[in-house]
């Protein structure tokens, strides 16, 4: 059974930093391309970057030179850097398998405080 939890989401002060961790289980994470997606309150749910099995990341333009995406194989976790963090980066954090049907998991939420 494939599942994915996301943690570290917090309270931050706009310029600040955090990372999230996307903790698998049933599946190395080394094999399947990640994606991170976010959605703010009343808002569609939208990608904000990938990692593909090769290593490669890449962004969405609204984070891209502000967030990192990266891979600890050993401990089966992606994770997002966040830098320079703005009011607008406030919403619940996820992630998930791309190009498979896996349910979304609960999520972390994010709060940029101006």
């Known amino acids: 059974q494939v599942q994915l939890v996301e943690s570290g989401g917090g309270w931050v002060q706009a310029g600040g930093s955090l990372r999230l961790s996307c903790a698998a289980s049933?599946?190395?994470?080394?094999?399947?391309?990640i994606g991170w997606y976010r959605q703010a309150p009343g808002k569609q749910r939208d990608w904000v970057g990938s990692?593909?099995?090769?290593?490669?990341?890449n962004y969405a333009n609204s984070v891209k030179g502000r967030f990192t995406i990266s891979r600890d194989n050993a401990k089966n976790t992606v994770y997002l850097q966040m830098n320079s963090l703005k009011p607008e980066d406030t919403a619940t954090y996820y992630c998930?398998?791309?190009?498979?049907?896996?349910?979304w998991g609960q999520g972390t939420q994010v709060t940029v405080s101006a």
């Open positions: 049933g599946v190395p994470v080394a094999t399947y391309m």
């Open positions: 990692i593909f099995t090769s290593g490669t990341t």
């Open positions: 998930k398998r791309q190009s498979y049907a896996d349910p």
